[in-house]
């Protein structure tokens, strides 16, 4: 199955700052959605926005949607030393029965 | 609600033996899919159960398996293990199966496997 490709892989920025992470995909999709790993424990499900949805919000997360050019991004408001964590996109696909993830991108908030 | 539970949190084995893994489920979640996290091929989807029948596999070979119980709860078992097995195992559960609804898989804390 196609894998996402989460952009940029790594990203150092300070307390207060925004991150942005982007996300490419190759297929059709249901849904995509983001999730947070803290080093060592699971996955944290973050945002859900589905095929038909163009931008989405839940507290400081800002999540879009562009299927034409099949890519999505995670945009992290007022960054906090406690978001330091990796950031996963994972796609449904229309027609597979599994989630594919990208490789994430390595988010450091430094105080 | 208790979150998904997987044991044992840390597992040393040897090449060629036998390992079997536990999840259990959000209660009332009936699907439960597996992922295998590595450095190098990062996260990848095993497989996934729904209603103690598996719905479809990823690209692993046979050493690989897993079933699911009438209560929800799977176990995943890697047979001959190999030093390439050395991984963080998921686990994830879900109200409905994947690609069925627009819903959010939930994980658990995942299984460190380290094979010597």
């Known amino acids: 199955s196609q894998q996402g490709e989460e952009d940029p892989q790594a990203l150092s920025i300070q307390e207060g700052e925004n991150a942005t992470m982007n996300c490419s995909y190759k297929?059709?999709?249901?849904?995509l959605q983001w999730y947070r790993q803290n080093s060592g424990r699971g996955l944290v499900h973050l945002i859900l926005?589905?095929?038909?949805?163009r931008e989405k919000h839940s507290g400081r997360l800002r999540v879009t949607l562009d299927t034409s050019k099949k890519s999505s991004s995670l945009l992290i408001t007022a960054s906090r030393a406690a978001d330091t964590a990796s950031y996963f996109c994972a796609t449904d696909e229309a027609g597979y029965s599994t989630l594919t993830f990208g490789k994430g991108t390595m988010l450091l908030v430094s105080p | 609600k208790a979150g998904v539970t997987q044991t044992p949190r840390y597992l040393i084995k040897t090449r060629g033996q036998q390992v079997t893994l536990s999840c259990s489920p959000i209660s009332g979640h009936r699907s439960v899919s597996w992922y295998q996290q590595t450095p190098g091929q990062g996260l990848q989807f095993l497989f996934e159960?729904?209603?103690?029948?598996?719905?479809n596999k990823g690209n692993f070979p046979g050493r690989f398996s897993g079933r699911q119980f009438s209560n929800s709860r799977s176990e995943m078992n890697v047979s001959t293990l190999e030093l390439g097995d050395s991984a963080l195992y998921l686990c994830?559960?879900?109200?409905?199966?994947?690609?069925?609804?627009?819903?959010?898989?939930?994980f658990g804390d995942g299984t460190r496997l380290s094979i010597l």
């Open positions: 297929t059709s999709i249901n849904n």
């Open positions: 926005i589905r095929s038909n949805e």
């Open positions: 159960y729904f209603s103690e029948t598996q719905r």
């Open positions: 994830a559960s879900s109200l409905e199966p994947l690609g069925q609804s627009n819903q959010p898989q939930h």
